[in-house]
Each structure stands twice: as C-alpha cells, then as structure tokens.
C-alpha cells in the first residue's frame, strides 16, 4: 500500500524560492508525499515527494500523477505492477479525498494499481446515506482484525459500519469498475 498526502512545512523566512502563503494562514509549503505502509517502520517508508508552494491546490492531479509515478518506479522492478498481468504484484494507492480525481483514478487503472480514496460528502453522497436502510450495513473489519478475531467487534456492536453506495451514485466519470463504499461510526467517547 502507498499512502499519498499533503503536509504544510512551514517557513520562517519569506526568502525560501516557492514558498508562499499556505490555506493555514501560515507560510511556507505544501509538500505531496508517498509513504510505503510498512507495520515494520513505525512511520512507513519515504517513496517520493514534491515540495511544492505553499499555496498549491489540494487536488491537484497532475502533481499526484507525479509523485505517483515516481514512487512506483522506486518500487524494486520484481514487486511493481504490471498492468493486465494477473500474476503481476499487487499495489494499493491509498488518498483522501484531496487525491481523489478522475485522472488519478483512470492513472492508477492505467498502471495497474488498485485505489482507495476519501470520497467527498456532497449532496448525491448524502442523498444515497439516506436511501440505504439498516439491512444495507454491515460490520466494518480493521486490518488488525480481518480474520483474526472480532473480540472488539463484539464489544462495539455497531460502532463501525460499512454500506455500499455505487448503485445509488453517478460514477459515469470514475473508471469502470470504481465502487464507493460508505463508513458510518459513532463518535469516540470523550475520555473520562
């Protein structure tokens, strides 16, 4: 899996080339990165980034293409995707909704990788929340979980659902094959 975000780094000094005021109200940059997810470093594995100015736009699609590409060339050649291969490695390019643009999608289907985006929660969105009845959600599995042990889904019942939408939303522009699952939890008790 290769996660990709955006990080605000700060500048303290207005002299730095690029940088520029930030959505923050600070000053500075809004640099893309790609992590690896490896449970076996802490804080995941730097595969590329772009320090770009502080004013650049959260989805951006060429600059996540970008980065993209550059992490899955750093992929060693025997572990990277090759598209219409079924033997071929599989990859999961994870975003929030900020990467979440036709053109990265339509990218990651060209390059054979899978994604999983944020999807943003307009009108349509809420529309389809609404349509879905109780049958319609079923218990959400956790990677720490999945096929291991549902102690805590027993604890928490209902806590952490999911339900799938892609029946009840326009994805015309989304490549074929695109789904859009929904995620519904209560809020986290305060702490005492």
């Known amino acids: 899996m290769l996660d ?8 303290h000094s207005d002299h730095k080339e690029n940088a520029a005021a930030t959505w923050k109200r600070t000053y500075g940059f809004h640099t893309l990165l790609v992590f690896a997810d490896r449970t076996e470093i802490a804080s995941g594995e730097a595969m590329a980034g772009k320090l770009r100015p502080g004013n650049a736009g959260s989805n ?50 060209q390059v054979g990788v899978g994604f999983s985006f944020g999807f943003a929660v307009r009108e349509p969105v809420r529309d389809a929340l609404g349509l879905l009845n109780d049958a319609a959600w079923l218990p959400a599995w956790t990677a720490s979980t999945c096929g291991i042990d549902d102690q805590r889904r027993r604890q928490h019942p209902g806590r952490r659902l ?16 695109s789904r859009v699952i929904l995620r519904k939890e209560r809020p986290h008790p305060a702490p005492n």
Do not use: K, Q
């Open 162 to 177: 999911v339900g799938e939408a892609t029946d009840l939303l326009d994805l015309s522009d989304w490549p074929a094959g």
């Open 60 to 109: 951006t699609t060429c600059d996540h293409i970008e980065v993209l590409t550059e992490a899955l060339a750093s992929i060693p050649e025997n572990f990277r995707p090759r598209p219409a291969d079924p033997t071929s490695p599989s990859v999961l390019i994870r975003s929030d909704s900020a990467g979440a643009t036709y053109g990265s999608a339509e990218f990651c289907r």
């Open 4 to 11: 990709v975000d955006a990080s605000i780094s700060l500048d």
